[in-house]
């Protein structure tokens, strides 16, 4: 049981990994009021505006997408904690917990793919390009 639970894990990290590698492309909180990003990038006052209420949306989402991975997690713990293991419902426990993984990996990219309609191609490859110079 345990060895068909780690295969499934590892199949699962495998299909997920480019969805969180392309989350991982976009600097992590609100990078666009550094002074020089915005200068480097040419943001303009409505661009500013526009990745505030991106990342309000996206944050509001995330929260609670987050805790729906932790409630589920939760779960399968307490599935595995007991004495007597249903492979089932272990199974299935695992399943749910994937499905709320994935929903809040996607949303993650959701916000990248917001970012780069946002700044357009040249401007989004610039900033993962150059992000940690301008630090």
Same mark, same amino acid.
């Given at each position: 049981?345990?060895?068909?639970?780690?295969?499934?894990?590892?199949?699962? %990290? $495998? *299909?997920?990994?480019?969805?969180? #590698? =392309?989350?991982?492309?976009?600097? =992590?909180?609100?990078?666009?009021?550094?002074?020089? %990003?915005?200068?480097?990038? +040419?943001?303009?006052?409505?661009?500013?505006?526009?990745? +505030?209420?991106?990342?309000?949306?996206?944050?509001? @989402? *995330? %929260?609670?997408?987050?805790?729906?991975?932790?409630?589920?997690?939760?779960? /399968? +713990?307490?599935?595995?904690?007991?004495?007597?293991?249903? +492979? #089932?419902?272990?199974? @299935?426990?695992?399943?749910?917990?994937?499905?709320?993984?994935?929903?809040? =990996?996607?949303?993650? /990219?959701?916000?990248?793919?917001?970012?780069?309609? /946002?700044?357009?191609?040249?401007?989004?490859?610039? /900033? @993962?390009?150059? $992000?940690?110079?301008?630090?």
């Amino acid at each position: 049981m345990v060895r068909n639970i780690s295969s499934v894990i590892l199949l699962i %990290i $495998y *299909l997920i990994a480019p969805v969180i #590698a =392309a989350g991982q492309d976009v600097p =992590a909180g609100k990078w666009w009021y550094n002074p020089k %990003i915005q200068k480097n990038l +040419d943001l303009s006052k409505k661009e500013v505006a526009k990745l +505030d209420q991106l990342f309000a949306n996206s944050r509001r @989402k *995330l %929260i609670k997408l987050k805790s729906e991975v932790e409630n589920e997690q939760f779960e /399968l +713990d307490q599935l595995l904690g007991q004495k007597k293991v249903n +492979d #089932a419902k272990v199974k @299935k426990q695992f399943q749910k917990l994937e499905k709320a993984r994935n929903k809040l =990996a996607n949303e993650r /990219l959701q916000f990248v793919i917001g970012v780069r309609n /946002l700044l357009g191609p040249d401007r989004f490859q610039q /900033l @993962k390009s150059n $992000y940690k110079n301008w630090q």
